[in-house]
């Protein structure tokens, strides 16, 4: 039997605490933003990552880049631990996962061309290549991403959100990567434009077999694009599973709620849903619980009721 491979991105009780200032007697006071994460993410598959603002999301994704050091458990990218790898071993692994953030303005530099943006990954990790075939890099990475590539010597605000997002995704493409985090990559576009740069993500996925950590709020996209779905809650996952079940079987009161707040497309649905509402005082009391599997690959958390 051939040796099975590891997932391309396994996360492992993940933790990250903030220091945030001191008691009044003095005391280092901790707050707990991630708090045992744990998920798998395959080649080639969508992962949504969906929950209230503030519930750990984008603490998870720095962490999985190691943007931000975690506190505890482990980040293993094709079997490796992240946690804990020097800069200097982290550097050629990088190459392998990419970000792109909401706010596409921000991630460029306002005094650098956007072709020089783009270059910039491969000026860091293959610095030995000529200038001419740097430039046909950088211009197959626009033609990729639906960029004009005669506007390699443009710089950022030149160009309109929904194209300052593909620089980002051409910028992100530029090393090959496995897998790409997404952090509410859309959020700040027009809808129209919105379904554009999904499709070229969908696209990317389909020719290069990336995988996607995709953060949204959005759970009509998040249904539409996610194979699979974690829903957080103040720094845990309290239901995961095939986007499927979450959709049409949600379990844990949170999820519910979180699922009958959205408009469904249909008014006739709309009209007649039952609606969930969670307070997390419900919770109070009933400790973090523990992810019981519910279907296949269907977990939820459930607590023991209090005594
Ligand atoms: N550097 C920091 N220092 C202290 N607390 C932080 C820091 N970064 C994040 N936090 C806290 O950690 C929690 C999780 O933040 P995070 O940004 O991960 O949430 P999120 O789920 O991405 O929210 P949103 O949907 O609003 O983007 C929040 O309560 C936030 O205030
Ligand atoms: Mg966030």
């Known amino acids: 039997m051939p040796p099975l491979s590891p997932p391309l991105l396994q ?18 006071k901790v707050f707990r933003a991630v708090d045992g994460v744990s998920f798998t993410l395959a080649r080639g598959e969508t992962l949504g990552l969906v929950g209230e603002s503030g519930s750990g999301k984008s603490t998870v994704a720095r962490c999985v880049m190691q943007l931000e050091r975690p506190t505890g458990g482990r980040v293993l990218l094709n079997g490796q631990d992240l946690v804990g790898m020097s800069q200097s ?21 306002p005094r650098m061309t956007v072709g020089r943006f783009v270059a910039d990954p491969l000026l860091i990790h293959e610095g030995k290549l000529t200038r001419e075939a740097l430039t046909q890099r950088v211009r197959a990475l626009f033609a990729k ?25 051409a910028r ?56 699979r779905v974690a829903v957080m809650l103040r720094g845990l996952i309290v239901e995961t599973g095939p986007a499927d079940a979450i959709f049409s079987d949600a379990r844990h009161p949170y999820t519910r709620a979180l699922l009958s707040a959205t408009l469904e497309a249909d008014p006739a649905r709309e009209r007649v849903k ?34």
């Open 172 to 227: 992100a493409l530029a090393m090959s990567p496995q897998l790409i985090v997404a952090d509410e990559p859309i959020t700040a576009l027009d809808v129209s434009i919105q379904a554009q740069i999904i499709n070229l993500l969908q696209t990317l996925q389909d020719e290069q077999g990336l995988a996607y950590l995709f953060i949204s709020h959005d759970l009509g996209m998040v249904r539409h694009i996610c194979h």
């Open 11 to 28: 996360v492992d009780g993940l933790s990250k605490e903030y220091a945030v200032g001191a008691s009044l007697m003095g005391a280092r």
């Open 145 to 169: 991403v639906g960029l004009d590539s005669s506007h390699i010597g443009r710089y950022p605000h030149e160009f309109s959100g929904g194209q300052r997002q593909r620089v980002c995704i």
């Open 274 to 307: 039952t609606r969930h509402f969670f307070d997390i005082r419900q919770l109070a009391g009933q400790g973090d619980g523990f992810m019981k599997e519910v279907a296949p690959g269907h977990f939820v958390r459930e607590y023991r009721p209090a005594t």
């Open 89 to 109: 071993r982290l550097q050629p692994l990088r190459k392998v996962m990419q970000i792109i953030f909401q706010d596409p303005y921000s991630s460029l530099n």
